[in-house]
């Protein structure tokens, strides 16, 4: 059977489905199964999600690839297209794409003085998104559907507005609750129950365990040569290219130091070399 095709040819054998794979000599436009590529994989042009129903791209890439649009759109002109910026993405690849269209789109209406084209677009997309979700059965998400209510300039500066406090505020709530996750994973850390943890405030941090520190990536070190290394580097005969075992030494500023892919403050080294572990220990 044919594998290799031109352009237009590759864009009929995808749309008639009784072959597994197809590319064009260059191999920049090719299919596998149902779905439809142009120049790799993370551009989907589209996929089949039924006999006659496709998903079909909104995005653009290249030159190259707006032809490969166009050819793919006229072979499926007979199918049914759903349009999505990305037909093997997950619903919220879409909504995050989509989202970030109708956020321009009131941005350009709330500072022009012919708001008709613009409302115009804003309909469209809001069509575009409305068939999407009949197709799959789910809900407009409400942030994106308070935005599509937009029918005015007034309105598109509110909806931005609000859009922006509501934005703040989920910020907000997020760093909240990260930063109650770490301050968890911090304990589970220092009692000895995880090994290692989420590097989310950009520092490391050390446990002293029987015979070595371990440090949050779960990399150990002796006492011994961790403690001669705090020696040397709180006497400053530490530079960046030193080595702590096998790890190099990076930037050191007053408050922390880099030692291969950890970012550590001199407080939490302090906090772990006068532990109640190593005084015993020392005892």
């Known amino acids: 059977m044919k594998k290799v095709f031109n352009n237009s040819e590759l864009a009929h ?10 590319r064009t000599p260059n191999g920049s436009f090719y299919f596998y199964g149902t779905e439809l590529f142009s120049y790799g994989s993370h551009f989907c042009i589209a996929k089949f999600v039924d006999e006659d129903t496709v998903l079909f791209t909104t995005r653009t890439y290249s030159v190259t690839t707006a032809k490969h649009l166009r050819y793919s759109a006229q072979a499926l002109s007979h199918k049914r297209k759903i349009y999505c910026p990305y037909p093997t993405g997950t619903h919220n690849d879409n909504f995050m794409w989509w989202n970030f269209k109708v956020g321009r789109l009131l941005s350009e209406l709330s500072k022009c003085r012919k708001p008709a084209p613009h409302l115009h677009a804003l309909a469209h997309l809001g069509a575009e ?8 059965k789910i ?21 931005i507005a609000n859009a922006a406090k509501a934005e703040a505020e989920r910020l907000e709530k997020e760093h909240k609750r990260l930063k109650a996750e770490h301050k968890r994973e911090l304990k ?3 009692e000895g129950k995880n090994n290692r943890m989420q590097n989310r405030d950009g520092y490391d941090y050390i446990r002293v365990d029987d015979k070595r520190f371990t440090t949050s990536q779960g990399v150990e070190i002796p006492h011994s040569i961790g403690l001669k290394f705090y020696d040397l580097l709180k006497a400053g005969k530490v530079v960046a290219g030193d080595k702590l075992m096998e790890y190099t030494v990076g930037g050191i500023t007053k408050s922390e130091v880099e030692i291969g892919c950890h970012r550590i403050t001199f407080k939490e080294m302090k906090k772990a070399v006068s532990s109640k572990t190593l005084k015993h220990e020392a005892i």
């Open 188 to 190: 589970l850390f220092r």
């Open 129 to 136: 998104i409305e068939t999407y979700c009949e197709w799959f």
């Open 139 to 159: 809900a407009v998400p409400d942030h994106i559907k308070t935005k599509l209510s937009v029918t005015s300039t007034a309105d598109a500066k509110e909806a």
């Open 13 to 22: 054998a995808f749309a008639l489905q009784n072959q597994y794979e197809g």
